[in-house]
C-alpha cells in the first residue's frame, strides 16, 4: 500500500488547513487511518484517527477541538481539517494505515505510512 499526503504548506497562527492523503489500493478500506506528527529530535506523536467505518474517531488532547479527521471509502482518502493552528502545530504530518480496523493512537499499530508533508505554523 502506498500513501500519498498534500496539503501542508505555510500559515499564520489561527489559520486553516486540510490535508489529504489517498492510498494506492482499497485493502485500506478495511483499517483505521491515521495521522501523526513530528518534528526535528523529537518522536513521532498520535495527531488523529478514523476506524474503518468512518464512525469513531480518535485525537490527541492537543488537538481536540481544532483538528477534525475524515475519510471519504470511493476515493480512498483520509482527511485531517486543522482549525485554530498554533505555531507548536508545525511538524511534518504523516498519514498511515493501521494494522487493525480501530482508531488506535499507538504508533506501533500502524504498518504503511506516508511520505509526510510539512505544515508550518508562523506566528
Known amino acids: 500500500v502506498q500513501l500519498q499526503a498534500s496539503g501542508g504548506g505555510l500559515v499564520q497562527a489561527g489559520g486553516s488547513l486540510r490535508l489529504s492523503c489517498t492510498a494506492s489500493?482499497?485493502?485500506?478500506?478495511?483499517?483505521?487511518l491515521g495521522w501523526f506528527r513530528q518534528t526535528p529530535g523529537k518522536e513521532r506523536e498520535f495527531v488523529a484517527a478514523?476506524?474503518?467505518?468512518?464512525?469513531?474517531?480518535n485525537y490527541a488532547a492537543s488537538v481536540k477541538g481544532r483538528f477534525t479527521i475524515s475519510r471519504d471509502y470511493a476515493k480512498s482518502t483520509v482527511h485531517l481539517q486543522m482549525n485554530s493552528l498554533k505555531p507548536e502545530d508545525t511538524a511534518v504530518y504523516y498519514c498511515?494505515?493501521?494494522?487493525?480496523?480501530?482508531?488506535?493512537?499507538?504508533?506501533?499499530?500502524?504498518?504503511?505510512w506516508g511520505q509526510g508533508t510539512l505544515v508550518t505554523v508562523s506566528s
Open positions: 489500493k482499497r485493502t485500506a478500506s478495511n483499517n483505521g
Open positions: 478514523v476506524d474503518w467505518r468512518g464512525v469513531s474517531t
Open positions: 498511515a494505515v493501521s494494522r487493525s480496523s480501530a482508531s488506535t493512537s499507538a504508533l506501533q499499530n500502524y504498518q504503511y
